[in-house]
């Protein structure tokens, strides 16, 4: 699943990230998050998001205006890093203000702009607890372990816009047909916790942050599948 096709195409444009948030969310899902660190090409897949807007109380942006939530304020496609339980998150504003989408997940991409040296720097950033090589299947699952394992850090990419030349998503025609989508995850009571903002690459649900076609979990109950419009599928694909 790590194994992509061979050159690297093209960033995807500014107007790519000025939709929807729950739209973006869903479009995101199989794109490839490419961040250079040194002469090399850190990559991942993106396979779980969670949309966020300005309206909802799970949203930063709720909380009002701050010149640290600015970029969720600023035009589709900017930057917005935070720190989450100690380590780096990594979001993309979406069309309107306060609106945007956090990338909750990724798997190791790799390619022959990415390839082995790649995910050796990957590990080499992001070992486990004993300071061992992580899994590949382990290394980006979660927000805070996928900026780990790409490099990102908040004071180098918050509030800023995509570089070619650095940091940019891609189009690498992996775009899965059905999502699953759920609730998010960590939101208090109270915040809008029951909002449904939460998608998930089902060939990847086994590498999120909590499985949501896990054992106990039920179709219609605890998820949904939807197409990449977010229209509800009657059973799974």
């Given at each position: 699943?790590a194994?992509?096709?061979?050159?690297?195409?093209?960033?995807?444009?500014?107007?790519?990230?000025?939709?929807?948030?729950?739209?973006?969310?869903?479009?995101l899902?199989?794109?490839?998050?490419?961040?250079?660190?040194?002469?090399?090409?850190?990559?991942?897949?993106?396979?779980?998001?969670?949309?966020?807007?300005?309206?909802?109380?799970?949203?930063?942006?709720?909380?009002?205006?701050?010149?640290?939530?600015?970029?969720?304020?600023?035009?589709?496609?900017?930057?917005?890093?935070?720190?989450?339980?100690?380590?780096?998150?990594?979001?993309?504003?979406?069309?309107?203000?306060?609106?945007?989408?956090?990338?909750?997940?990724?798997?190791?991409w790799?390619?022959?702009?990415?390839?082995?040296?790649?995910?050796?720097?990957?590990?080499?950033?992001?070992?486990?607890?004993?300071?061992?090589?992580?899994?590949?299947?382990?290394?980006?699952?979660?927000?805070?372990l996928?900026?780990?394992?790409?490099?990102?850090?908040?004071?180098?990419?918050?509030a800023?816009?995509?570089?070619?030349?650095?940091?940019?998503?891609?189009?690498?025609?992996?775009?899965?047909?059905?999502?699953?989508?759920?609730?998010?995850?960590?939101?208090?009571?109270?915040?809008?916790?029951?909002?449904?903002?939460?998608?998930?690459?089902?060939?990847?649900?086994?590498?999120?942050?909590?499985?949501?076609?896990?054992?106990?979990?039920?179709?219609?109950?605890?998820?949904?599948?939807v197409?990449?419009?977010?229209?509800?599928?009657?059973?799974?694909?």
């Amino acid at each position: 699943m790590a194994a992509g096709p061979g050159a690297a195409g093209q960033p995807l444009p500014d107007a790519f990230f000025d939709r929807d948030a729950a739209q973006l969310a869903r479009e995101l899902l199989g794109k490839v998050i490419r961040h250079r660190v040194g002469r090399l090409w850190l990559s991942a897949r993106i396979i779980e998001t969670e949309a966020y807007y300005l309206e909802e109380k799970g949203s930063h942006a709720s909380l009002g205006y701050t010149h640290k939530r600015r970029a969720l304020f600023m035009d589709g496609g900017t930057v917005y890093m935070y720190y989450a339980r100690g380590g780096d998150s990594l979001n993309f504003s979406a069309a309107g203000p306060g609106n945007a989408v956090l990338i909750k997940s990724g798997y190791p991409w790799t390619d022959a702009l990415s390839g082995p040296k790649s995910l050796a720097r990957m590990q080499e950033l992001n070992p486990d607890a004993q300071g061992r090589p992580r899994p590949p299947a382990g290394l980006c699952a979660g927000q805070t372990l996928l900026c780990r394992a790409l490099g990102l850090k908040v004071p180098d990419w918050d509030a800023r816009r995509f570089d070619p030349r650095a940091l940019y998503v891609e189009d690498v025609g992996q775009a899965p047909a059905a999502l699953i989508c759920t609730t998010r995850l960590g939101i208090p009571l109270g915040r809008d916790e029951h909002l449904s903002y939460r998608f998930v690459d089902p060939s990847y649900a086994a590498f999120c942050t909590r499985n949501p076609l896990r054992r106990g979990q039920r179709a219609g109950h605890d998820y949904v599948w939807v197409d990449r419009q977010g229209i509800v599928l009657p059973e799974a694909p």
